[in-house]
């Protein structure tokens, strides 16, 4: 989308278009926008870059009648695979779920299939690349047991990724079905799920505040555990900025928290928890550009206690690129600079970024050796450099 003041009646549609539940407001805009000649393969392509078509497509539902017929039998041909894809999905959450219960295993669902059920109440809405469960550290061994007996493995070598785990150097772990027929399990015991770029305050945050305030719920007919509305607010903000806000989705589904949540949310201790745990430009951030774009109901006073004292040059570039809509998945690193004290600091940040440990390089490759060779790191250092290239180039394109 374009500057907020001059979207054009294909961006104002995918803007109200992303609603859990349509808003008279919402419902008569869109009334409105249809009436329009729209450019629909635009329409169609811009929901699956931005992750929402299948939401978009929920909501125009009882407006078909103004669409291609072609545009929207493509809709409904991606919402209808969605759907199979999250059916098997869910069969296989309620599965670890129990798997889990049965051996006392504590475990939280994130994202993608949590957001579906429980948030949008429509496990098609919400596509997902593979099933995120937050898990306890000390439960790890035993995680990666009950696991494997229903047929997960890890790609990774046993060895870098337990010396990993003992270092700290990652917070999550990738499982696969050998048959392949079942989405991966992503394995966390944090809630930032990796530590580069995120390690200068990772270390601040303290998980076992999410496991005091977890609540008990039920995901896809089993007994679980949820995050406490501020806390859920805190990993989605967390998680969308370390992707740069690169999709719609990721502003989509805290604005869908927030609406379902309403009055249960405690902002002071939101407040409080993002600046304990040194995480104010991720969660101010996030919540800026909900309300920016989606016009999300954040009280100004929680945006005016979390609005960073002062901001570099190259997190202004972010700043101005996202607003813009000229988004890089990559441009977070602009601000994770800006979070930095100190140029050593800063200097050791890029330099662990470019070459880091190897274990980090074999889980971020899913590498199944035991040792990582110099062409590893060269890929790896020519994907990175590939990525500064683009950030830096976009940057210089951004007038602010």
């Not at 394995?187 to 270390?203: D, E, Q």
């Not at 409080?272 to 550009?289: A, C, H, K, N, P």
Request: glycine share 4%.
């Amino acid at each position: 989308m374009k500057t907020k003041n001059i979207l054009s009646s294909e961006e104002r549609l995918l803007k109200d278009g992303l609603q859990a539940e349509l808003s008279d407001s919402s419902r008569n805009s869109l009334r409105e926008i249809l009436s329009n000649n729209l450019n629909w393969p635009y329409i169609l392509e811009e929901s699956i870059t931005e992750g929402v078509s299948c939401l978009l497509y929920n909501n125009l539902l009882e407006f078909k009648h103004l669409i291609p017929q072609d545009i929207w039998e493509k809709f409904q041909g991606i919402y209808y695979k969605n759907t199979h894809r999250n059916i098997k999905a869910s069969q296989d959450i309620n599965i670890v779920l129990s798997s889990f219960n049965k051996e006392n295993l504590k475990a939280i669902p994130l994202k993608g299939m949590f957001l579906a059920e429980k948030i949008y109440n429509n496990i098609a809405l919400r596509a997902m690349a593979d099933i995120d469960i937050l898990v306890k550290k000390e439960d790890l061994p035993r995680i990666d047991k009950t696991l494997e007996n229903l047929g997960y493995k890890t790609r990774v070598h046993k060895g870098l990724l337990y010396n990993a785990i003992e270092k700290s150097y990652m917070n999550s772990v990738d499982y696969f079905k050998t048959d392949k027929t079942s989405p991966a399990l992503h394995i966390h015991w944090h809630i930032v799920n990796v530590t580069l770029p995120t390690y200068m305050y990772t270390k601040n945050i303290k998980m076992e505040r999410f496991w005091e305030c977890a609540r008990p719920t039920r995901l896809a007919d089993a007994e679980t555990l949820e995050l406490a509305p501020h806390h859920l607010i805190l990993h989605l903000a967390e998680h969308a900025l370390k992707h740069s806000f690169d999709r719609l989705i990721l502003l989509s589904d805290i604005d869908a928290v927030i609406k379902k949540y309403g009055g249960q949310i405690n902002w002071d201790r939101l407040i409080q928890e993002t600046i304990e745990f040194g995480m104010e430009r991720q969660v101010y951030y996030s919540l800026y550009f909900s309300r920016y774009f989606l016009d999300s109901e954040v009280p100004g006073y929680v945006l005016a206690n979390l609005r960073p004292k002062r901001i570099s040059f190259l997190e202004q570039r972010f700043f101005y690129a996202v607003r813009n809509n000229q988004r890089n998945s990559k441009l977070s690193y602009f601000v994770y600079l800006g979070i930095i004290k100190g140029i050593i600091n800063k200097l050791r940040f890029i330099l662990r970024t470019l070459f880091p440990p190897p274990c980090v390089l074999a889980l971020s490759f899913n590498l199944n050796k035991s040792r990582v060779g110099v062409n590893d790191y060269f890929l790896f250092f020519k994907k990175q450099l590939l990525n500064l290239k683009s950030c830096l180039k976009l940057s210089r394109r951004i007038n602010g």
